[in-house]
């Protein structure tokens, strides 16, 4: 992201003005700026119909937050669910691959060869295509309709990416520091323990972000596998409240969308740059 | 040598055994399940043999006269029928008699069965007839049996004599679980309606990829290429957003945007159009919507592979170039468009497969409508599998469905393993303890 400020209006040319191209990207970028703005305009206002002008500041909107609708769970179980399932999640990619990593960065074991193709051709692998197979073999476990197992298929979908993104990251932690440590009589686990994750810290970081960022948003799983009331999460909750044809009130629903969509909006806005390098890398979507 | 191995195989096992659980085994199970004709009916575990009207049906063509016998009941004079028939408290004689000279006899009708019974020596009314005829009405009809034998048995004791090859016929017509069998893949290869989707599905991944993925994402990267630093940045954020908000909220967001009470009928109401559903008027505005709403994700990814592809060309390239009065349009075409071949290539790689794969965004904003105008393949899988308004979910079409999808992908991301540095990451590790 770092450019050189040698010429600070404009680092790539100095016969051209910045000005078209700005013009052009900020009117392309207006549908955007509108479907954000109103987002949030929207739970707090009331407006005439047929104007786009808010007339009113209200609350009502935000009444789902202390009355459960009929027929619907209660939000705050609802967003504890997401919570737990989103928190699992991240805890079990992050421990995961970085053993994974680790051994496939640095360790001698068999098939290591295989182990990495393995993962680098289920990273693109597209695993929506697989939710038929998963519900069925959830429902073969007994797993169906339960977090822990809509948790691990997440889990085990995100995997590849995580244990990818660890061995390259392992990959760049200087070999001497390991080499110390083992001459100095340390164990290989204990040198991984104690000297090399403290190296890679930016990118256990990096890598718990978007676990929980991508557990976050995740609809289709939940959906497909977990879909009843007492184990909902706030994007099926949220679908089902849209899927509703009886009660059609963008007001709510929006109000229930930045409820769910505010925890994402603050830490994109505060680790942009460690999300940018993971998305730059190829994710899925 | 040896600890390193030990440790090495139980850090990895963790991440092996769910993967093989939740990953691979899936991808194995998909082919499983395609030969199956697995559904709602048919339930996923073993099933029973259950003679319904739909199986005397599946008899009738081959069958015809066990056909009607199964489907009429019979009477058959056992020892069940004859405990029940002490327990009305009729006349003793009547159980004596049944037993002493009539057990095991099997009456085709109703009408037969009666007639036996008035012949009785005690002379029963014709209350009495009916009351006993009723404790000998058998049928196997919407019975269910666990197994194969028991079903069979039921049938020998109805007096039916069955060879073989008709137990055969008869156990198969009256199975309710699954079997295997190839009928997914001639429906699929047959069904005008699959033939559709595929042509929907390639119209989609072309268009977006094109216009989008690839397009709009070199556009982006190339016209933030030309702004101070800290302007493209905001544009990469702006630009970002749509891959970092939960898809739901997205897909909510253009509903408000191209509803009939939305954004773009109050603006258009401006100019005196009536408000209309953008999203779902017609099958040319779904389109639109759906690759707008796809694109505008999949813009990101490329934006961010090309913008640090071009940030690696040297700036002085850029300087000789403005020296030698070359104009935008030269240094794009000549400067950076042959530095995005691979990155290009990579782009089209991946998100060819997640393009195809991916029906988030229009499951939740068209569900494939108006009629099936915007139903991709991976959706319709979706739709054949999982959720239907027919009730009857066929999970077996549905994972032949996504059988094509999962060779595909296989196959695409084992040529994306062969062309993208596989060979430069194999390098041996430097410890060998």
Redesign the interface.
């Known amino acids: 992201m770092a450019e050189k400020t040698a010429v600070p209006t404009n680092p790539a040319s100095a016969n051209f003005s910045g000005l078209p191209v700005i013009g052009l990207l900020t009117l392309l970028s207006l549908p955007l700026a509108v479907m954000y703005a109103y987002l949030f305009i929207d739970t707090i206002s009331n407006s005439q119909g047929g104007s786009l002008v808010p007339s009113e500041f209200t609350l009502e909107h935000w009444r789902f937050l202390w009355e459960t609708r009929p027929g619907k769970p209660n939000i705050w179980l609802v967003t504890l669910n997401t919570v737990i399932f989103t928190c699992c999640i991240t805890a079990v990619t992050l421990t995961v691959s970085s053993m994974a990593g680790y051994v496939l960065s640095r360790l001698n074991v068999p098939a290591r060869g295989f182990f990495l193709a393995g993962v680098m051709v289920l990273h693109a692998f597209p695993s929506v295509t697989l939710i038929i197979a998963i519900f069925i073999v959830l429902q073969y476990l007994g797993l169906y309709n339960s977090l822990i197992g809509v948790i691990l298929v997440k889990a085990a979908i995100d995997l590849p990416l995580g244990i990818w993104l660890m061995k390259g990251f392992y990959d760049t932690v200087p070999w001497e520091i390991e080499m110390a440590g083992v001459v100095d009589g340390a164990s290989r686990f204990t040198v991984w323990r104690r000297l090399v994750l403290p190296q890679i810290k930016p990118a256990v970081m990096a890598l718990g972000l978007f676990s929980f960022l991508s557990g976050w948003s995740e609809f289709i799983l939940p959906q497909v596998l977990a879909p009843g009331a007492r184990v909902q999460v706030l994007s099926v909750y949220l679908a089902g409240l849209i899927a509703d044809d009886n009660n059609f009130d963008f007001g709510t629903f929006k109000a229930v969308g930045v409820f769910y969509v505010v925890p994402v909006l603050i830490l994109y806005a505060f680790f942009q740059k460690h999300l940018m390098n993971i998305y730059g890398g190829g994710t899925k979507g | 040598?040896k600890?390193?191995?030990m440790?090495?195989?139980v850090?990895?096992a963790?991440?092996?055994i769910?993967?093989l659980?939740?990953?691979l085994?899936?991808?194995i199970?998909?082919a499983v399940?395609a030969m199956t004709n697995?559904s709602t009916a048919t339930g996923?575990?073993a099933g029973a043999y259950q003679v319904t009207q739909a199986a005397v049906n599946r008899l009738k063509t081959d069958m015809p006269e066990l056909a009607a016998g199964i489907s009429e009941p019979r009477f058959v004079i056992d020892e069940d029928g004859l405990t029940q028939l002490d327990a009305l408290k009729l006349k003793p004689g009547f159980t004596a008699e049944l037993r002493a000279s009539h057990l095991g006899e099997v009456f085709l009708s109703r009408r037969e069965a009666e007639r036996m019974i008035k012949s009785l020596k005690e002379r029963p009314s014709t209350r009495e007839v009916k009351q006993i005829s009723d404790v000998f009405n058998r049928s196997v009809m919407n019975t269910r049996f666990e197994d194969r034998a028991a079903l069979m048995e039921s049938l020998a004791k109805l007096g039916f004599k069955l060879s073989p090859q008709d137990e055969e016929k008869v156990s198969r017509a009256t199975y309710t679980g699954w079997i295997w069998t190839a009928d997914n893949f001639r429906t699929i290869a047959n069904s005008q309606d699959m033939g559709q989707i595929l042509l929907n599905t390639g119209f989609y991944v072309a268009v977006t990829l094109l216009l989008f993925n690839v397009g709009y994402a070199l556009l982006?990267a190339v016209?933030?290429?030309?702004?101070?630093?800290s302007?493209?940045?905001v544009?990469?954020?702006?630009?970002?957003?749509?891959?970092?908000?939960?898809?739901?909220?997205y897909v909510?967001?253009?509903?408000?945007?191209t509803?009939d009470?939305?954004?773009i009928s109050?603006?258009m109401?401006l100019f005196g159009h009536p408000p209309k559903n953008y999203l779902l008027d017609s099958a040319g505005s779904a389109w639109f919507f759906v690759i707008l709403i796809n694109g505008?994700?999949?813009a990101?990814?490329g934006m961010?592979?090309f913008?640090?592809a071009i940030?690696a060309i040297p700036?002085t390239h850029?300087?000789a170039s403005?020296v030698d009065g070359a104009n935008?349009w030269q240094?794009i075409r000549y400067i950076i468009l042959p530095q995005l071949r691979w990155p290009i290539l990579?782009v089209t790689?991946?998100q060819t497969?997640?393009l195809?794969?991916?029906?988030?965004e229009i499951?939740?904003s068209t569900r494939g409508g108006p009629g099936r105008s915007t139903e991709v393949w991976?959706l319709a899988?979706?739709h054949t599998?999982?959720q239907n308004y027919t009730g009857n979910l066929e999970?077996g079409l549905?994972?032949a469905m996504?059988l094509v999808?999962?060779v595909v992908?296989?196959i695409?991301?084992?040529i994306?393993?062969r062309v993208f540095r596989?060979d430069t990451?194999?390098t041996?590790?430097?410890?060998?303890?």
């Open positions: 040598m600890t390193s191995r440790l090495g195989l850090m990895i963790p991440a092996a769910i993967i659980l939740f990953f085994m899936p991808v199970l998909t399940f697995m996923i575990s982006l016209t933030t290429h030309y702004m101070p630093a302007t493209a940045s544009f990469r954020a702006i630009w970002l957003l749509p891959r970092i908000t939960p898809v739901v909220i909510l967001m253009w509903k408000w945007l509803w009470n939305g954004f109050l603006f109401g505008f994700i999949g990101s990814m961010l592979v913008s640090s940030k700036q850029f300087y403005e935008r240094q990579f790689c991946y497969l997640s195809l794969a991916s029906f988030n499951l939740l991976s899988a979706y599998a999982l999970y549905g994972a996504a999808l999962v992908g296989v695409l991301s084992l994306y393993l596989y990451l194999v041996k590790p430097l410890i060998e303890d």
